[in-house]
């Protein structure tokens, strides 16, 4: 008899049970996926990073001065010893390391051409290469590859030595197939005498296969002649010639040869890529090729693990924020497993409450329970949690990784057993919810939440930003803190929300409504049973507000980063900029004004006796402010910065410098210029960026020096309203001359990362999950408080009270709890972004020395609040439906 009355009360309210177990495999899967998309936007994060680096920066590079090459085999096994060295390397380097290339090129010599050459330049000069592996990026245009040279024991070699030059190279200089000129070298390497000259003849012109290949990043100025500028004689063109990779005797004996491997974006642990660089680059390693020398060393370096330990500063920043942000929905589920398990428990009351009075013992109630707790809370559990591992691929995990990843699943798994163990069961004999029993208890509770929230923020406050530099990951304390200050602003909201619902039901007593008096006593009645749903309600709302200044600030902060850094809203940087190149680009569409600026580098600073040598900017003071005004940290020029005094130019030193203001200060240039120091600034951005540094105005030095400073940066203000037309115009005019920084690419560029776009997707599900679960626990409370509804509806009904009373004392029950909610959660978003900023370090998105300025869009805030109250209002109108349909049976046992 007890068996079967057990069974008959597992098989009761199935439905509710499936609901549960649905609630579980979703909430499972959810808590699954979760650290796996973070593991995949990481290994996508590092490996954007990497690709958004030049590869001259990523790759690994070395180079060995006068290398000791004594014959063509010494230079076929270069590339093979390269090799040899790079299975010493760590797995996730040697996975991330392609081919290395290698290649071997003299220092420039003057070059001599019959008849003089062209007149464009006032000096020529000539580096030779050798290079085995230049063959697949290079197609010849026109005449032959050069041919084996065969060089006398001692002197100059036999006949010309073959050639091969690149096509842009040769129109620049004016050569052509068949030209010959001579260098001042031998076999023997060393500069001979004028009359002992060697001499080349071009006998092919190649262009690249590929101009944008990373080869030529690696060697420059091999497309075209490097072109150097001197303000007093004009410019300087050196080329660079291709010998035959199969030469016979010697390669001048100061050519260095030239190591490079390249590092492909297919890392998959950036901890292990980095660990293994730092191991790599640390020592010396020996080139294992034959010769009469000592094998060469040569030590290997790359600036790859600056960009890996920027992007895992970054990643971890957006895992702390994303954790803070998921804290509250993760806390919001297992609040509503509690209500649906309540749901379950009520839904069976009666049933349970005949099962003790008819013999079973509390014991064997609650392990019926828990058994059909487990029964189908692990099954769901485990499905949600393959779903999850099948739809969400990983990099591979260790068993400590894995293990962390499925605690929080496996919590979700336990969590209705227990409850169902733990909760207390039904009674037959009917008692309210708001009696004064274990209010002592809440209290504590409540106290104990408040003690730990307070503990939690100043220890976030008092420690201040997190470092990302030990590559701890996220930080538990910064998650934890947000989730305590949910539920206590949430506590207090319901400790306040009784004593409007008094003042509500004491004016609705003296009023004639039934309906207002009766939804008003029982929102006074309630006591903490809405606590789960206010807790919903809030988070969700807190964050949409968080979601919404967090990206506003990150964007702005972005935008001021790259604003600083490019020091205005264009910059050019690029070969010397005449009057002619700067009045062309102020004519150019959308420009506004522009603003030149001549750096001039290791310049002795000459203070009594001692000097020090700092990098001088050259600034056009008149026009500096203009194109600067929305710069951050933009420096401010003193009142007539342009006007030269008996006490000498005035100039802005750097603060770190500590120059003595009290004697001379002067620059020791082609003339020494005297300097009347108005300032020590802190920084300048957008122009001085090497320490230390004097600033001063561009046309003044030039009066003191007599020397024709010619720009080579040029600060660019466009004017309001001006499109992306106005930068595409700069651009066409610069012809691929220089570069052009633009804050509003680097905006784009970092919202186009992956970790922006996972940060904007972690808010988005986050706030659609704490809605869905909001919207949940509305029901649930709805569902949960629907006896008691229909019994006192069956009362009124008697007295003649009409159906429509019902849906009245639904939105009663609700639209108060969202109301409180929607204000709550408010100030709480609000306040939330000044503690992720207290306990994160953003500086990495934005790549500045400080703290992004938080920033709140009023306009964007209330219109994400006007979104969210009609979300819930249409929750509302669903639940009040679903409760008005909902048939429960009450069972009147003692009336």
């Not at 808010?763 to 008691?788: Q, R």
């Not at 009270?801 to 408010?826: D, I, M, N, Q």
Request: aromatic share 4%; with cysteine; charged share 15%.
């Amino acid at each position: 008899m007890r068996s079967r009355l057990l069974t008959r009360t597992i098989r009761s309210s199935l439905g509710a049970t499936l609901a549960l177990a649905l609630l579980v495999s979703l909430v499972t899967a959810l808590l699954t996926a979760w650290p796996r998309l973070e593991r995949q936007t990481f290994t996508a994060e590092v490996n954007h990073s990497i690709t958004q680096t030049p590869p001259t920066v990523r790759a690994l590079t070395a180079q060995v001065p006068n290398y000791p090459l004594t014959a063509q085999a010494g230079l076929a096994e270069l590339q093979p010893a390269v090799e040899r060295t790079l299975t010493e390397a760590g797995p996730e380097l040697r996975s991330a390391a392609g081919g290395p290339r290698v290649s071997l090129t003299t220092g420039p010599v003057p070059m001599t051409i019959p008849g003089g050459g062209t007149d464009a330049f006032y000096a020529m000069s000539v580096r030779l290469r050798v290079d085995h592996g230049i063959d697949p990026f290079i197609t010849l245009v026109e005449g032959t590859s050069p041919a084996p040279s065969a060089w006398a024991s001692m002197g100059t070699p036999e006949a010309p030595v073959e050639v091969m030059v690149a096509v842009g190279t040769a129109e620049r200089m004016e050569l052509a197939v068949g030209d010959t000129f001579t260098v001042p070298v031998g076999s023997d390497g060393y500069v001979t005498s004028p009359e002992a000259r060697t001499e080349f003849v071009i006998t092919g012109l190649f262009d690249a296969v590929d101009p944008d290949a990373e080869q030529w990043q690696h060697q420059l100025s091999t497309l075209s002649p490097r072109i150097d500028a001197d303000p007093n004689q004009g410019e300087a063109a050196t080329a660079i010639v291709y010998l035959n990779p199969d030469f016979t005797g010697h390669i001048p004996m100061f050519a260095d040869a030239e190591l490079w491997v390249p590092i492909h974006p297919v890392a998959e642990r950036a901890a292990g890529l980095l660990s293994d660089l730092r191991a790599f680059t640390a020592i010396d390693r020996p080139l294992e090729v034959r010769g009469p020398y000592d094998q060469p060393r040569v030590r290997f370096t790359t600036e790859l693990d600056e960009v890996l330990e920027s992007a895992t500063g970054r990643w971890q920043s957006t895992s702390t924020v994303l954790a803070m942000v998921a804290a509250g929905p993760v806390g919001v589920a297992f609040a509503v497993l509690a209500l649906g398990v309540r749901l379950l428990v009520a839904r069976r009351s009666t049933a349970l409450a005949l099962a003790a009075a008819r013999g079973g013992a509390p014991h064997q109630l609650r392990a019926v329970m828990a058994a059909e707790g487990f029964a189908f809370s692990v099954p769901a559990a485990a499905i949600g949690a393959g779903a999850a591992i099948a739809a969400v691929p990983a990099p591979p995990l260790t068993t400590v990784e894995l293990a962390s990843d499925l605690l929080l699943p496996a919590a979700v798994a336990l969590a209705p057993p227990v409850l169902l163990a733990l909760l207390p069961l039904p009674r037959l004999r009917p008692h309210r919810a708001d009696q004064r029993r274990g209010r002592r208890w809440r209290w504590v509770v409540e106290a104990v939440v408040v003690a730990l929230t307070a503990a939690a923020l100043w220890l976030v406050l008092d420690r201040g930003t997190a470092s990302t530099d030990s590559g701890s990951g996220t930080d538990p304390l910064a998650v934890t803190a947000p989730l305590l200050l949910a539920v206590t602003v949430s506590m207090v909201t319901l400790r306040i929300f009784p004593l409007a619902a008094r003042a509500v039901h004491r004016t609705a007593r003296r009023g004639r409504g039934l309906t207002a008096f009766l939804g008003s006593a029982r929102l006074v009645r309630s006591g903490g049973a809405g606590l789960v749903p206010l807790v919903a309600l809030a988070i969700g709302v807190a964050i949409a507000v968080l979601a919404t200044t967090m990206l506003t600030t990150l964007r702005g902060g972005v935008d001021d980063g790259a604003r600083a850094a490019a020091g205005a809203d264009l910059r050019l940087t690029g070969p010397p900029f005449t009057d002619a190149d700067l009045a062309a680009v102020a004519d150019l569409a959308g420009v506004e004004a522009l603003s030149a600026v001549t750096t001039i580098s290791s310049v002795p600073l000459v203070e009594d006796d001692s000097s020090r040598r700092v990098t001088v900017y050259a600034v056009d003071s008149a026009t500096l402010a203009q194109v600067q005004d929305q710069v951050p940290g933009a420096v401010e020029l003193p009142e007539g910065f342009d006007r030269a005094t008996a006490a000498g130019v005035p100039a802005l030193v750097w603060s770190g410098h500590d120059v003595d203001t009290g004697g001379e200060v002067r620059l020791a240039m082609s003339s020494s210029v005297v300097l009347d120091v108005r300032g020590e600034p802190a920084a300048a951005s957008g122009i001085a960026n090497a320490h230390p540094w004097v600033m001063v105005d561009l046309h003044l030095l030039r009066e003191a020096t007599g020397e024709n400073l010619v720009p080579r940066d040029v600060l660019i203000q466009l004017a309001p309203g001006a499109g992306p037309g106005a930068t595409d115009a700069v651009e066409q005019w610069l012809d691929g001359r220089g570069t052009i920084a633009s804050p509003t690419e680097a905006t784009a560029e970092f919202l186009a990362s992956p970790s922006a776009r996972s940060l904007q997707a972690g808010f988005l599900i986050a706030l659609l999950v704490s809605l869905v679960l909001a919207c949940l626990a509305i029901v649930l409370g709805l569902l949960l408080a629907a006896p008691e509804r229909r019994h006192l509806l069956g009362v009124l009904r008697t007295l003649g009270v009409s159906r429509r009373t019902e849906g009245r004392l639904v939105a009663w029950e609700s639209v108060p709890l969202v109301g409180a909610a929607v204000l709550a959660g408010a100030g709480l978003g609000l306040v939330l972004p000044h503690l992720v900023a207290a306990a994160v370090d953003l500086r990495p998105f934005t790549g500045s020395a400080t703290q992004p300025v938080l920033r709140t869009d009023v306009l964007m805030v209330l219109g994400v609040l006007a979104i969210l109250t009609i979300v819930l209002t249409l929750c509302v109108l669903l639940a009040g439906a679903m409760a008005r349909r909902l048939s429960v049976s009450v069972l009147r046992i003692g009336e």
